[in-house]
T-cell receptor, first 115, second 116 residues
Framework: DTEVTQTPKHLVMGMTNKKSLKCEQH?????MYWYKQKAKKPPELMFV???????INESVPSRFSPECPNSSLLNLHLHALQPEDSALYLC??????????????FGDGTRLSIL | AQKVTQAQTEISVVEKEDVTLDCVYE???????LFWYKQPPSGELVFLIR??????QNEISGRYSWNFQKSTSSFNFTITASQVVDSAVYFC?????????????FGKGITLSVRP
């Protein structure tokens, strides 16, 4: 079982809906990440939080809004998404500061489909 | 800029065969870290190994072994006596010593199918 838990596992939403993806870890990690992964492609980094502060935003459209309410939780709020946003969204965590030698531990992901 | 190349896209073997997954990287840094991840159909990326640029020792873990060669900028992964459960996408990744905001650069991944 993964130590990073993501909910929901599957989500289907319309382009006008508002929904949120949730990620939780209890490993004491202080760096958390959101990735987007399209089929047959590697994960693409979206956001990095370090000590609950946003440290990297990879020029992600504003229809994706991350939030880190505490050291164990990471949310991704979705609003007015486009069909091309359909993908697997992966959350990861690592020890912080997120030095390059720290392996990231991933959740199972949320498979998002935009109608 | 850092880059990871996994030239093989799909490999299919019969159970019990050995298989090697290739990974070639590019970086200007002298300090960097290499990783392999496994992604089964369930979606989760499973961390397999980390190797830093100063440690060229090969590593063996059960049926898995890794061959790191700085001279050829390669970090290859061999599965001995493959099993059906090894079927997955395997990603090689690189991280550089670039301060607090380091990022993973992934290769495109290799889809391994192990047939019974």
């Amino acid at each position: 079982d993964t130590e990073v838990t993501q909910t929901p596992k599957h989500l289907v939403m319309g382009m006008t809906n508002k929904k949120s993806l949730k990620c939780e870890q209890h490993m004491g990690h202080r760096a958390m990440y959101w990735y987007k992964q399209k089929a047959k492609k590697p994960p693409e980094l979206m956001f990095v939080y370090s000590y609950e502060k946003l440290s990297i935003n990879e020029s992600v459209p504003s229809r994706f809004s991350p939030e880190c309410p505490n050291s164990s939780l990471l949310n991704l709020h979705l609003h007015a998404l486009q069909p091309e946003d359909s993908a697997l969204y992966l959350c990861a965590s690592s020890q912080a500061p997120q030095g390059p030698n720290q392996p990231q531990h991933f959740g199972d992901g949320t498979r998002l489909s935009i109608l | 800029a850092q880059k990871v190349t996994q030239a093989q896209t799909e490999i299919s073997v019969v159970e019990k065969e050995d298989v090697t997954l290739d990974c070639v990287y590019e970086t200007r840094d002298t300090t960097y870290y290499l990783f392999w991840y496994k992604q089964p159909p369930s979606g989760e990326l499973v961390f397999l190994i980390r190797r830093n640029s100063f440690d060229e020792q090969n590593e063996i873990s059960g049926r898995y072994s890794w061959n790191f060669q700085k001279s050829t900028s390669s970090f290859n992964f061999t599965i001995t006596a493959s099993q059906v459960v090894d079927s997955a996408v395997y990603f090689c990744a690189l991280s550089e010593e670039a301060g607090a905001n380091s990022k993973l650069t992934f290769g495109k991944g290799i889809t391994l199918s192990v047939r019974p």
